[in-house]
């Protein structure tokens, strides 16, 4: 609830704050188990079902340091039809090939776009996965603002939250 309201919040309807792109569609697709647990299977389900009804983008504000095949046959396949978008991770780690990177999936796939954290003196969060060195085999592209960035939790609920979930839909 939290990262899908940061792009779609309406404007002047008296509440809350307003989303970076207040006219667009969201399409809400559920890729978790109840626990909260992201299978691959149901995360490249989830990629096949909104490419189906007509994704133009995707935002995956999740990640893992695992490379899955499967997951990544599907972004494939979606790469044709949207622009796939990822949060980098929370870990303050840097990628590949650095000697003790780690590579943050979906995020780290040269065909998606992997989004750092940076905060408001535009300086990267000291706690956002970044990008080891400019131009390497596996990068994140972009970093945008993520932390403090206040959007709607259920209940009619506001908070303030940080993270590279948060800079994904920016």
């Not at 890729?31 to 994704?55: D, K, L, M, R, T």
């Amino acid at each position: 609830t939290h990262v899908a309201g940061i792009v779609p919040a309406q404007a002047g309807n008296g509440l809350g704050g307003v989303g970076v792109a207040f006219n667009v569609q969201l399409m809400a697709i559920k890729a978790a188990q109840y626990s909260g647990v992201f299978a691959a299977s149901h995360i490249a389900q989830g990629i096949y079902c909104a490419i189906e009804n007509g994704a133009d983008i995707i935002n995956m504000s999740f990640g893992g340091y695992g490379h899955s095949l499967v997951e990544e046959d599907a972004l494939a396949v979606a790469i044709g039809s949207a622009v796939l978008v990822a949060a980098a991770g929370n870990d303050g780690n840097p990628n590949l090939p650095y000697i003790y990177g780690r590579d943050m999936y979906p995020a780290a796939y040269n065909w998606v776009l992997g989004v750092m954290a940076h905060g408001g003196d535009n300086n990267l969060a000291p706690w956002s996965n970044c990008d080891f060195g400019p131009q390497d085999s596996s990068e994140y592209e972009l970093s945008a603002p993520g932390v403090g960035i206040l959007s709607t939790l259920p209940g009619g609920q506001y908070a303030a939250w940080s993270g590279t979930s948060m800079a994904a839909p920016m």
